[in-house]
């Protein structure tokens, strides 16, 4: 498993132990092709947006090793930040660069001005500034938190009418926010609009043709991914042995 989400690591590999594989985690594309030599894997999930080596090189890399070639891959992709967003209780999503039209109409339709208070959790300071600038311009009250965890202390003291929620950040990220935030019986009342990175566009799909087993955003219900994930690696593997 190529993947430099830790939230995302944790599920799979508790996941996929469960059905009797042996998982193997490598957090980035280098760690991955170096244990993808080292281990001869049955099956090699493999997230696509990671820093340094990012996965389209990993991908052409595996695809042009004679001895690394015929192992199937399964790509999940960045899409995920939305799908698993709405998974976890979102009410909608903004993707980034943030649209000022398209984020005003998403806050008209699920708050209103002076009633109360937005919160902007997001790890970015200049997206965090622009947000905040934004909504005090159309009137809105807003907070900011620079992760997770600062969100839910804010949380804990005004409960916000609207939480705008970058998923990736440090210390604790928006999936370990929502549910943390979730279990407080108010946090049902409160829209959360989740801020998400770009999707797999058709010509980055086009790029995977003929080089993957399958296509999957991360969060596409995560449930059936999961499962969906499990039956791949299964028509790979005839006894569960070990995944890279």
């Known amino acids: 498993m190529i993947d430099d989400d830790p939230v995302i690591q944790d599920l799979m590999k508790s996941f996929l132990s469960r059905e ?20 001869r894997p049955d099956v090699i999930t493999l997230d696509i947006a990671m820093p340094g080596v990012d996965g389209w090189n ?24 939305k799908h698993l967003g709405f ?30 208070v937005v919160l902007v959790v997001e790890d970015d300071a200049n997206a965090r500034d622009l947000l905040h ?15 997770g965890r600062v969100a839910l202390e804010r949380v804990g003291v005004t409960l916000p009418q609207l939480i705008l ?12 926010f929502l549910e943390e935030f979730q279990k407080m019986p108010a946090a049902s009342d409160v829209p959360v609009v989740v801020l998400t990175a770009k999707e797999l ?32 690696v299964g028509q790979h593997i005839a006894t569960p042995s070990a995944i890279a």
């Open 20 to 39: 009797g594989y042996g998982v193997r985690i490598a957090s980035s594309g280098t760690e991955g092709l170096r244990s993808a030599r080292e281990r």
């Open 87 to 116: 998974a976890l209780g979102a009410a909608d999503y903004l993707m980034k660069p943030i649209d000022r039209d398209r984020l005003a109409s998403v806050l008209k339709r699920l708050s209103s001005p002076r009633q109360g």
């Open 201 to 232: 566009t058709t010509e980055d799909r086009k790029r995977l043709n003929g080089h993957v087993e399958r296509i999957m955003a991360k969060g596409e219900g995560m449930n059936s991914v999961l499962a969906t994930v499990v039956d791949l």
């Open 58 to 81: 990993v991908l052409a890399t595996l695809k042009s090793d004679p001895d690394l070639r015929d192992i199937p891959v399964i790509v999940l992709t960045v899409s995920d930040s």
């Open 133 to 147: 600038a934004i909504l005090t311009k159309d009137g809105y009250s807003v907070e900011v938190a620079e992760n």
């Open 165 to 176: 929620l970058d998923l990736m950040m440090p210390e604790m990220d928006g999936f370990g």
